[in-house]
């Protein structure tokens, strides 16, 4: 068994609790909080679960590494705090753990990203022997490993399109939703996720890696971006209210651009409320998000995909299905040479030991 640590128990960290207690080949052996009110809770509590696990949170960082565990889930955000989670994950990797995470967009894609995040993570690696693979599920799978898989199905490709979705009522993290994505502010208000080049620092390595993958060079990458105001005041479950006339939805692409045309494209269309935007893409369902691939071409192939979790919540699901990603890669990470590793490099496996297992 792989002793595994998962350091934070927000959105992404309880999904990551119940993944490595549920995967067959690992075993958790700490959890890392930052509240005080958490430490000493066991982490079955943590996570949701109707079961203790043994596991009683910690605080103390420096005593969990010097365990030297061989995996480390780094669950903590990194939208707000991109320095200290940059700070806490060289730090693993020089505890020499094979660390997975969501946290630094720009290591998405290594390749392309900026040195003040790439050299670090090098020298830790270079230092204590770990490894890290960072991804997610948009960006992430749902603009790598999905949209070429299906690419391959195809006779000709005219361009790949991934679209998430989302309405983001029921997504419990109000300071990105208020502040980072602009929801609920005046109209004049610029939100950080949509000033020029934030788009291309977050989804512009998975429009890199496609091209790589699909042997293809860009001539550039561009952004479109769109906002809508609520006609009227909504009350969401999770979050408040939010008025009329202040920012209820926004739309915006990275476009891979490929002889002159976008031909790899990412499209985000987010709302508060259903109401707002209705004559923007819906998930086909009608449901509260979905990740869609469209490969034009022939065949014309299109894909949804819906996940739920936590009581049918789609913004846990899609947490889940992030976290299924990334801990599932720990156990080839830790066979693998030490370094720095993207979604192209790990494989995305069948579900080895787990089906008809008992769920956490």
């Known amino acids: 068994m792989i002793p595994t640590v998962v350091w934070g128990t927000g959105n992404v960290g309880r999904a990551a609790i119940r993944a490595v207690e549920a995967h067959p080949a690992l075993a958790l052996t700490a959890v890392i909080v930052h509240n005080p009110a958490k430490v000493g809770r066991d982490a079955g509590e943590l996570a949701g679960l109707d079961r203790r ?12 590494l010097a365990a030297r565990p061989a995996a480390v889930v780094y669950a903590a955000s990194g939208d707000v705090r991109p320095d200290d989670a940059l700070a806490d994950i ?41 490894s890290l693979f960072a991804s997610g599920v948009d960006p992430g799978w749902g603009n790598d490993v999905l949209p070429l898989l299906l690419s391959g199905l195809g006779t000709t490709v005219d361009a790949i399109r991934c679209q998430e979705i989302f309405d983001y009522s029921t997504y419990d993290q109000p ?7 602009g929801m609920g502010h ?11 080049s934030v788009p291309t620092m977050v989804w512009g ?3 890199r890696m496609m091209a790589r993958a699909l042997g293809v060079e860009l001539d550039d990458i561009r952004e ?3 906002r809508r ?12 209210v939010f008025e009329a006339g202040t920012q209820g939805a926004i739309r915006f692409e990275v476009q891979g651009i490929v002889a002159g045309e976008p031909r790899i494209v990412i499209e985000h269309v987010t709302r508060i409320h259903a109401s707002c935007a209705p004559d923007w893409p819906t998930p086909p369902d009608g449901g509260s998000g979905a990740h869609r691939v469209v490969i034009e071409g022939r065949p014309r192939i299109e894909v949804t995909v819906e996940a739920t979790d936590e009581g049918g919540n789609r913004s846990a699901g899609g947490n889940a299905t992030a976290v299924g990603r990334l801990v599932g890669a720990i156990d080839w990470l830790v066979e693998a040479e030490p370094g720095l590793y993207d979604a192209l490099d790990v494989p995305l496996r069948p579900a080895v030991g787990k089906l008809g297992r008992k769920r956490p």
């Open 53 to 64: 696990l043994g596991v009683p949170a910690t605080d103390d960082v420096g005593a969990v």
């Open 90 to 130: 060289t730090r693993a990797v020089r505890a020499g753990a094979a660390v997975v995470s969501p946290a630094l967009y720009p290591l998405y894609d290594h390749r392309s990203a900026p040195p003040e995040f790439r050299a670090p993570v090098l020298a830790a690696i270079a230092e204590g022997g770990g």
């Open 175 to 181: 300071d990105s939703v208020r502040h980072l994505v």
């Open 186 to 196: 005046p109209m004049e208000y610029e939100p950080m996720m949509l000033m020029p």
């Open 205 to 207: 390595g998975q429009v």
């Open 224 to 226: 479109t971006s769109e």
């Open 229 to 240: 105001a609520l006609d009227t005041t909504v009350t969401t479950p999770s979050m408040g």
